[in-house]
T-cell receptor
Framework: TQLLEQSPQFLSIQEGENLTVYCNSS?????LQWYRQEPGEGPVLLVT?????EVKKLKRLTFQFGDARKDSSLHITAAQPGDTGLYLC????????????FGTGTRLQVTL | GAGVSQSPSNKVTEKGKDVELRCDPI?????LYWYRQSLGQGLEFLIY????????KSGLPSDRFSAERTGGSVSTLTIQRTQQEDSAVYLC?????????????FGPGTRLTVL
């Protein structure tokens, strides 16, 4: 059973476009993280959100945690080729903070 | 400072052989995790170590998989009698404290190919 579904699965856009990636679940999470992974490397943490409704910004990236803490979104403004990679959300469930559940992943390609 | 390191970076083996994958976590990190990633997809949890507590083995797919962590630091993931479906990237991660938000730091992974 996949607890965290990401959409879209694949996204190919041109430089300068905006995009949103969604991470959805029927389960409540105590916190949710977003990672980016580049080919041949391990995932790198981008942000952690912990409060329902929380919005965090990291330069051109905006992360939001749903009010009910069951979903999250990542919005990228004016995408650049350096944003290319696999984006993964990961949730820590209440009572099991030691184990993360990873989403299915969204592969983003940004071309010139 | 040094990050999480894994060795080997690539491993090609024949079906039925045993393999050992090594992970060196960040110094001082008490928690260590192993994940499996197939075809650039999401991560599948395998096993979790925290200090001297009994490991959480709930993600191991079969009894051919085992892992140990010696001295609270280096960890080895062993796959016995490898099968072609074991081919994947095996990722190791460490984190500072289970009571934090469990922000994990990943190594580069070991790409395992079973022929």
């Amino acid at each position: 059973t996949q607890l965290l579904e990401q959409s879209p699965q694949f996204l190919s856009i041109q430089e300068g476009e905006n995009l949103t990636v969604y991470c959805n679940s029927s389960s409540v999470f105590s916190s949710l993280q977003w990672y980016r992974q580049e080919p041949g490397e391990g995932p790198v943490l981008l942000v952690t959100v912990v409060t329902g409704g929380e919005v965090k910004k990291l330069k051109r990236l905006t992360f939001q945690f749903g009010d009910a803490r069951k979903d999250s979104s990542l919005h990228i403004t004016a995408a650049q080729p350096g944003d290319t990679g696999l984006y993964l959300c990961a949730g820590a469930r209440t009572g099991t903070a030691s184990k993360l559940t990873f989403g299915t992943g969204t592969r983003l390609q940004v071309t010139l | 400072g040094a990050g999480v390191s894994q060795s080997p970076s690539n491993k090609v083996t024949e079906k039925g052989k045993d393999v050992e994958l090594r992970c060196d976590p960040i110094s001082g990190h008490t928690a260590l995790y192993w994940y499996r990633q197939s075809l650039g997809q999401g991560l599948e949890f395998l096993i979790y170590f925290q200090g001297n507590s009994a490991p959480d083995k709930s993600g191991l797919p079969s009894d051919r998989f085992s892992a140990e962590r010696t001295g609270g630091s280096v960890s080895t993931l062993t796959i016995q009698r490898t099968q072609q479906e074991d081919s994947a990237v095996y990722l190791c991660a460490s984190s500072l404290d289970r009571n934090s938000y469990n922000e994990q730091f990943f190594g580069p992974g070991t790409r395992l190919t079973v022929l």
